[in-house]
């Protein structure tokens, strides 16, 4: 028996799984141009153009076709709010969180301290502690801090220190160190110490070696870490569920505020925005990260 | 200018080991490289060659002793301020850089003005041949290419000592023979000092002009490829270097140049050079190289000879290898075959009984360690 | 550790009372057996049949795709691999909505079942499926199959496939192969895969919260009510705890026996 042969059972199982994933996102898409307000079935596309008619709970014809709910979802000045505070957050966390977690994956890789091997080991624990005990975890530490800072030195109601942006943002951070620095440090394990010796062998101090040697050669690490950070920041709902505040309402938490009480397929056009986006910008990343490894 | 390009003073390195242990990695080396020459340090894998070569280089400080580069105590120098520059086994040439910026990158340090370097890189990759190919990446060139751009890299700053850290070891066999003598011609040419680390010793015996051989972090013997092989000065540099017979054996009494040494497994004594060490009594080993052994049917004088009966025979072009029984001992024998001839009589034979002769002039009295 | 304080604040003290009321018992009762409230052993007890038998569904789902990935022409590979991702960077809340608009009574599955039962003349009731436990495991399963399938997929990825040439020219036919070399040397990758998924399934509260309404209660939806809600932290802190340490010691049993895999950081 030629153990090269493709079996059918993998073949079908494949297909079946394939299927599974990307079935939901089908629907999800769909019922972005669904034609019903309720959103309960699908009740066929917004074919025509024009000034918005409705008829019962269907919309006939709208300003947009069949993009209808697209342009609702741009007149909603809460999803924009939401929009915004979500990107703020990825690019200052994954900004942060990439210098600190490089940072990090270069010290433990060259230098040896006392608390090392627990430093390595604490990597580990976004992924081995449940997502929930870590968001609890961030609240009452903040709200304790916050309280302590707020009674002793007995601020003013508009300069105390509460949950929002903020917090979400040093959440954030805290969560994306790890994953940053475990992606730096795989690509410094294959990282030849004689390419840095070689530059300082030909005059460059150490200052000079890691802007001209080493953090060129680490970029794809470091890159693929950063985007690591801002897609796990993106996709982040729990943490955040814990540490936000009125202001700081990110995507995922207005979407789950609304899955809780009405739906419209304007939640539908959300997601079939946000899919594309993420889409797109996955795709760019890559192609970038594929031209600087040739 | 002092005497030396480079020296080490009772140069000493530990290392931890991983398990808690310490190793000195070199240990209490001493060595003088002159001015313009081409010097290579030879030993197996841990002898402390690379790491001799890496203090000299500043990417690692002695633990005890001290490296002198042109007569200037280098101390806790880094590699930035020392006058040398390394070709690395790896090469290590910048992956996000063209040829023409790695070998720039070195003059950029040095803050040479742009004009200045344009037309220096442009004669080292002259001098390494690889015009027309600045624009290229490293990851586009071959091994050889590959090897150029490195050895551009370091003489482009024009330092005071090139260090090379066995940078022919990734270069197939054809490539080195032809890269060895491309480096030979270079170094004449620059005449700068070159520090050559190999463990290939036909490497090292053909290229330099003194050798120092290593084992254990210890210099073994320093001296001129012939110094080496012709004269070795104990018995790891006869045994490391080329192939030797060795015989344990007394001294009986010494005659002005010779020594008589009564040697057990050949039940006799014989006559040895004698390099002004020994005194009558002392024990010796006797190292004489298997070219150096003549077979012959019937001696004609016969001083060292003994009978002697041929168990193995393997022809092999330039010379016939044989493993010779005399008396008690079993010694290794080329001849080499000066005469082209397909009859068979004219080579030896197995099981053939013939008369060995060890040239006194040629059995070396060593130390016994 | 602590007290809930009459206003909501907390006040510290050290106390265990928490914990005896997590074991369903009353601090203040003499009789365990008359005054034993399941409730919460059987919240516990239900998280972790529930990781369980996503983990279980997870391997069997991934494996299949993630050998056929591994044995790819190796061009096809990262597109696969792309596919298997894309479902991943659409939003977690999102993919939940996804299946709410399957499930639902109304829903798409039940539309299409529907409609197959019109087009053999069958009389069709909508089938319940939103609100279930069923659902939560679906969700459950949806959320986290990518997080088995990379893991999986890298391990295999590194065998050398002169290995399989090996074992065939021993005379092992490809299913004695698979089982003597493929799965042993890809266990990391499952080890790794398990990890990733048995944890935050444990954790979670959204999936059960929206998928199995007031249905299907976990640890982690008791956790998320006690802070929000119920605005006990303390219970909280110590539900909370509870599942770390549940969560640690599956994870030090679980690599002890199979070994920790490099693959969760790959993945």
Redesign the interface.
């Known amino acids: ?7 059918p ?3 079908v ?2 297909v079946l ?2 299927l ?6 089908f ?2 898409v769909l ?1 972005s141009f669904n034609a019903s307000r309720t959103n ?3 009740e066929g596309f917004i074919t025509a153009f024009g000034p918005l008619k409705t008829q019962g709970s269907l919309v006939v014809q709208s300003p947009c076709g069949p993009f209808h709910w697209f342009c609702d979802l741009t007149r909603n000045q809460e999803v924009m709010t939401a929009a915004r505070n979500t990107l703020t957050i990825a690019f200052v966390s994954t900004i942060v969180s990439t210098i600190i977690g490089t940072m990090a994956a270069i010290a433990l890789q060259r230098h040896d301290f006392k608390i090392k091997p627990f430093a390595q080991l604490s990597l ?1 624990i976004p ?7 870590m968001g ?2 961030i ?2 530490l903040f709200s304790q801090v916050f309280t302590w800072v707020n009674t002793t030195f007995n601020l003013p109601p508009d300069a105390r220190l509460t949950l929002g942006m903020g917090t979400v943002i040093v959440s954030h951070i805290a969560f994306s160190v790890p994953f940053v620095t ?2 730096v ?2 690509r410094l394990q294959g990282f ?1 110490k ?2 840095e ?10 200052l ?1 070696t890691f802007w ?2 080493t953090l ?2 680490l ?1 794809p690490g470091v890159l693929s870490g950063a985007l690591l950070a801002f ?1 796990l920041s ?5 943490i955040t569920f ?1 540490t936000t505040g009125p202001g700081s309402t990110t ?2 938490i207005y ?2 505020g609304l ?2 009480r009405i ?1 419209t397929p304007q ?2 056009a959300l ?1 079939t925005v ?2 594309l986006i ?2 797109i910008a ?1 795709f760019v990343i ?1 192609r970038m990260e594929n031209r600087e490894s ?1 | 200018m002092s005497e030396y390009a480079v020296e080490l003073r009772n140069v000493v390195k530990t290392f931890v080991t991983p398990e808690g242990s310490t190793i000195n990695a070199v240990d209490h080396v001493d060595m003088q490289i002159r001015h313009g020459e081409f010097f290579s340090m030879l030993g197996s894998s841990g002898c402390g060659k690379t790491t001799s070569l890496r203090m000299i280089a500043g990417f690692e400080w002695p633990t005890r002793g001290e490296v002198f580069i042109d007569g200037e105590p280098q101390g806790h120098r880094p590699p930035f301020q020392r006058k040398v520059n390394t070709v690395f086994q790896s090469y290590a040439l910048f992956q996000h850089m063209t040829v023409f910026e790695n070998v720039a990158f070195g003059l950029q340090m040095d803050k040479v003005p742009a004009e200045e370097i344009k037309r220096r890189v442009g004669e080292a990759l002259a001098m390494v041949k690889l015009t027309g190919l600045e624009k290229r990446y490293p990851r586009q060139l071959s091994g050889g290419q590959q090897q150029r751009v490195a050895l551009a890299r370091a003489l482009v700053k024009r330092p005071k000592v090139l260090l090379l850290d066995e940078p022919l070891g990734a270069l197939d066999l054809k490539l080195r023979k032809e890269m060895q003598l491309e480096l030979k011609t270079l170094q004449r040419e620059v005449g700068i000092t070159f520090v050559f680390v190999t463990h290939d010793q036909e490497e090292a015996l053909s290229m330099s002009d003194r050798i120092a051989v290593m084992s254990h972090g210890k210099v073994m013997q320093i001296g001129t490829p012939v110094e080496i092989y012709e004269r070795p000065r104990n018995k790891f540099v006869a045994d490391f270097i080329g192939e030797t017979n060795l015989l344990d054996g007394t001294v009986r009494a010494v005659q002005d140049k010779w020594l008589m040494v009564f040697v057990p497994a050949l039940q006799a004594e014989v006559r040895a050079l004698n390099n002004g060490e020994f005194r009558a009594g002392q024990q010796v080993s006797l190292s004489i190289r298997p070219e150096k052994i003549r077979l012959v049917e019937k001696p004609s004088e016969c001083v060292n000879c003994f009978p002697a009966q041929v168990r193995q025979v393997a022809y092999i072009g330039a010379d016939t290898r044989v493993i010779a029984q005399v008396i008690q001992s079993t010694l290794r024998v080329w001849e080499q075959n000066m005469v082209s001839t397909l009859d068979p009589d004219a080579y030896f034979q197995q099981n053939e009984q013939a008369w060995a002769v060890l040239p006194p002039e040629n059995l070396l009295a060593l130390p016994v360690d | 550790m602590g007290r809930r304080a009459p206003d909501g604040g907390v006040i510290f003290t050290f106390t265990l009372d928490n914990y005896i009321r997590l074991l369903g018992l009353q601090p203040d009762c003499l009789n365990p057996l008359a005054c034993f409230d399941p409730l919460y052993v059987s919240i516990l007890w239900r998280s972790l049949t529930l990781a369980f038998n996503t983990t279980l569904i997870v391997i069997l789902m991934a494996y299949p795709l993630a050998y056929f990935i591994a044995r790819a022409p190796q061009k096809r590979r990262n597109t696969y691999l792309f596919l298997v991702l894309v479902p991943l960077w659409t939003n977690f809340v999102i993919r939940v909505y996804a299946w709410m608009m399957l499930l639902r009574t109304q829903g798409a599955i039940n539309g299409v079942l529907g409609w197959l039962a019109g087009l053999f003349g069958m009389p069709f009731t909508p089938l319940e499926m939103l609100y279930t436990p069923g659902a939560v495991l679906v969700g459950m399963v949806y959320e986290f199959l990518p997080f088995m399938i990379l893991p999986i997929y890298t391990s295999l990825e590194k065998i050398d496939p002169s290995l399989y040439e090996a074992a065939a020219d021993l005379g092992a036919n490809a299913l004695k192969t698979f089982w003597r070399v493929t799965l042993p040397l890809s266990m990391p990758g499952v080890v790794a895969g398990t990890i990733l998924v048995f944890i935050p399934v444990m954790g979670t509260f959204v999936v059960s919260d929206l998928l199995g309404g007031k249905q299907v209660i976990l640890v982690g939806n008791l956790i998320q009510r006690q802070f929000l809600d119920a605005r006990d932290p303390t219970f909280g802190s110590a539900a909370s705890l509870v599942l770390m340490v549940l969560t640690l010691i599956v994870t030090v049993f679980y690599t002890r026996k199979f070994g920790f895999g490099k693959e969760i950081v790959v993945g």
């Open positions: 028996m030629n153990p090269h042969r493709r079996s059972f993998v073949l199982m494949t799984v394939f599974f994933l990307y079935v939901p996102i629907v999800l019922y309960v079935t699908f580990y992924i081995v502690i449940p997502e929930i005990v609890i975890g609240l009452t475990l992606v440090q795989a030849d004689a390419y010796e070689a530059a300082m062998d030909l005059g460059a101090n150490e000079v001209r040697v060129p050669m970029l897609t993106l996709d982040d709902f729990v814990f995507l995922p979407v789950y899955l809780r739906i939640v539908n997601s946000w899919i993420v889409l996955v890559q040739i």
